[in-house]
């Protein structure tokens, strides 16, 4: 079954906000990896969380990891229009080929 | 720095054509991989290859599809006799190594092939 399912499907907010995304997984992980798709382009890498870190920070991005829980969150600090794009939360096994995606969440920011 | 490259951006095929889609990683990566996406959905993985060999290809269906990485140029995903079912968009990643124990490096993606097929 699918890992790395991230929710809310679609996320609108006002331009200034916090935009917060989750993503739950169903295995064991060795990393977690978050990556941001704008309309027509290719994936662009932001964070990747280890299985034995909490939390790391990346600018306006904060990560958080929760192994117990099997989730994570994605925070986004005063949002801007530049931010409107698809998330994606990818779990990680031993190989990066072996990556597990989810369906993403669509951020909108409303200017 | 140049990043992945893929080309064409956009492919259309009428059905029984072949696609040929062409993948040039960053310089210095030396692991290739292609994923299909289709809208609203996430990417799934295709296949994995290395310098002149297939690793992994337990994403792709046999038949039809093959996927290759020479010692020289572009790793190619080529698509024979394609059906209404492979539009899609396919998208190249490159790393440049699969570290051990999971501490995998990031992906670097190229901007996709979008696959119609009329």
């Known amino acids: 079954s699918q890992q790395g399912e991230e929710d809310p499907q679609a996320l609108s907010i006002q331009e200034g906000e916090n935009a917060t995304m989750n993503c739950s997984y169903k295995t064991s992980i060795n990393n977690l990896q978050w990556y941001r798709q704008n309309s027509g382009r290719g994936l662009v890498h932001l964070i990747l969380i280890r299985s034995n870190e909490r939390e790391k920070h990346s600018g306006r991005l904060r990560v958080t990891l929760d192994t117990s829980k099997k989730s994570s969150s994605l925070l986004i600090t005063a949002s801007r229009a530049a931010d409107t794009a698809s998330y994606f939360c990818?779990?990680?096994?031993?190989?990066?080929?072996?990556?597990?995606w989810g369906a993403g969440t669509k951020l909108i920011i409303k200017p | 720095n140049a990043g992945v490259m893929q080309n064409p951006r956009h492919l259309v095929r009428r059905r029984g054509q072949e696609a040929r889609l062409r993948c040039s990683p960053v310089?210095?990566?030396?692991?290739v991989y292609w994923y299909r996406q289709l809208p609203e959905e996430g990417l799934k993985f295709m296949v994995y290859?290395?310098?002149?060999?297939?690793?992994?290809e337990s994403g792709m269906p046999k038949e039809r599809f093959s996927a290759e990485f020479p010692k020289e140029g572009p790793s190619i995903l080529r698509i024979q006799q394609v059906v209404r079912g492979d539009s899609a968009a396919y998208f190249c990643?490159?790393?440049?190594?699969?570290?051990?124990?999971?501490?995998?490096?990031?992906?670097?993606f190229g901007n996709g092939t979008r696959l119609t097929v009329t």
């Open positions: 310089k210095g990566h030396s692991h």
């Open positions: 990643a490159s790393s440049p190594s699969n570290t051990d124990r999971g501490l995998g490096s990031p992906l670097h």
């Open positions: 990818a779990t990680g096994g031993d190989s990066n080929y072996q990556l597990i």
């Open positions: 290859l290395q310098k002149e060999n297939i690793i992994d």
